[in-house]
């Protein structure tokens, strides 16, 4: 199925986008600081998904993309970092609104923690370390150390936590879950064997780093216009 994830991308993109008009949440009126911080956000991404690509640690299978290429990256993988941001966000917003009466700070200070003792397991299961594997780590601790000093995203967290269910779909279908052959596989080398289902456990970082490094952006945005 040729158009498998460019579906995949517009049906997680079209769902926050139909949403946005709930009334308590008003997504639509922040669509161009999330679009503007998914564009920011993606090119350091894309650089490094192009660097990865091209030294083969990742690939995409032809069987399920259509074959249009921005440099070496099918435009499929562009439109990952401006969708699934997108979603995430409209996430985040709606937990600005339905947790805004809840003190979040213990929950906070555990999901530090919890992270923090993720990244560690990793480098523990990895006995010689990827490039894969070293990079969501360092890039997890920039966040971390961000959030030690500007403790006033109160809500990342919790959204981030939610967006771990839609993100074990999503990244389910990518990496071989539900299809006969993975849509994006991995070099074994650069990474932990084990796996959550077909996912890479790297990738729950990878995510961490995109979703929360969007909504920093975002609320910065936010302010300016």
Request: glycine letters at 2%; one cysteine or more.
């Amino acid at each position: 199925m040729k158009s498998l994830y460019l579906i995949i991308n517009l049906g997680t993109f079209l769902c926050a986008f139909f949403l946005s008009f709930d009334k308590n949440i008003n997504y639509q009126k922040s669509w161009k600081s999330s679009l503007l911080s998914s564009i920011i956000i993606g090119i350091p991404f894309i650089f490094w998904d192009i660097i990865f690509t091209k030294n083969k640690f990742w690939g995409f299978n032809k069987e399920y993309i259509t074959e249009i290429y921005i440099y070496n990256l099918p435009v499929e993988e562009i439109l990952f970092f401006i969708c699934i941001p997108f979603s995430c966000t409209f996430i985040y917003e709606v937990c600005k609104h339905y947790f805004k009466k809840l003190n979040m700070d213990k929950f906070n200070t555990l999901f530090n923690v919890l992270i923090i003792l993720y990244s560690i397991f990793l480098i523990i299961l990895e006995k010689e370390i990827g490039y894969y594997t070293l990079s969501v780590v360092i890039s997890t601790s920039i966040i971390l150390l961000w959030f030690h000093y500007n403790n006033y995203y109160t809500y990342i967290p919790i959204a981030f936590l939610i967006s771990i269910i839609p993100f074990l779909i999503v990244n389910g279908i990518l990496t071989g879950s539900f299809t006969e052959e993975p849509i994006v596989w991995y070099n074994e080398n650069q990474k932990i064997n084990q796996r959550i289902l077909s996912i890479p456990m790297e990738d729950v970082l990878y995510s961490f780093t995109l979703i929360v490094s969007n909504i920093i952006v975002f609320e910065k945005l936010k302010k300016q216009f």
